[in-house]
């Protein structure tokens, strides 16, 4: 157990629905990152807050929106879903406003049917 | 900008042979190196990392020398184990200024058979 929760492990959906996606970063943690990874993109940096604020975006679709609590916690909010948007999704945080040594929770597998 | 490069996989290798997955960077400044690694059905983990030129990152076996005249992170491993197949992930991270979020390879995948 990394100490990053990732709920739910697996959703399976329709095209054109909404998900959220949940992620609480482990203790002490004020970053949290969310990343897509697919077979033909690799791993994809989305967005990345720091104790409530955003942070960094990446390649992140404006279909999709996030937000870190002030609990800490995070959610990812993905809408009109494309069967593209089949992929796993990570979070991952750190104590640190940046840089490397990231915990990863063990993602959310999405599935647009 | 700041980029990684892997080599390609998939690396397949037998047990206790010797391990080596390249990477080069191109970064403006002074990045910190990082690798990854991906077990079947889990998130990343950190392998091990280097902060500056000729540091050394080990751990499990693994190791990999900052290289700032190559712009390289190889990593490597004396003998691979079939525990060790996974998705190997070279990353960097600036150590300044205002985009210090880390730039990812692309992963090399590593089969090790019995």
């Known amino acids: 157990d990394s100490g990053v929760t990732q709920t739910p492990k697996h959703l399976i959906t329709a095209t054109g629905q909404r998900v959220t996606l949940r992620c609480s970063p482990r203790?002490?943690?004020?970053?949290v990152y969310w990343y897509q990874q697919s077979l033909d993109q690799g791993l994809q940096f989305l967005i990345q807050?720091?104790?409530?604020?955003e942070r960094a975006k990446g390649n992140i679709l404006e279909r999709f929106s996030a937000q870190q609590f002030p609990d800490l916690h995070s959610e990812l909010n993905l809408s009109s879903l494309e069967l593209g948007d089949s992929a796993l999704y990570f979070c991952?945080?750190?104590?640190?406003?940046w840089g490397g040594g990231y915990t990863f929770g063990s993602g959310t597998r999405l599935t647009v049917v | 900008g700041n980029s990684v490069t892997q080599m390609e996989g998939p690396v397949t290798l037998s047990e206790e042979a010797f391990l080596t997955i390249n990477c080069t960077y191109t970064a403006t400044g002074y990045p910190s190196l990082f690798w990854y690694v991906q077990y079947p059905g889990e998130g990343l983990q950190l392998l091990l990392k280097a902060t500056k030129a000729d540091d050394k990152g080990s751990n499990k076996g693994f190791e990999a020398t900052y290289r700032k005249e190559t712009t390289s992170f190889h990593l490597e491993k004396g003998s691979v184990q079939v525990s060790d197949s996974a998705v190997y992930f070279c990353a960097l991270s600036m150590n300044a200024g205002n985009n210090r979020k880390l730039i990812w390879g692309l992963g090399t995948s590593l089969a090790v058979n019995p």
């Open positions: 203790s002490g943690d004020l970053s």
């Open positions: 807050y720091y104790n409530g604020e």
């Open positions: 991952a945080s750190s104590v640190t406003e």
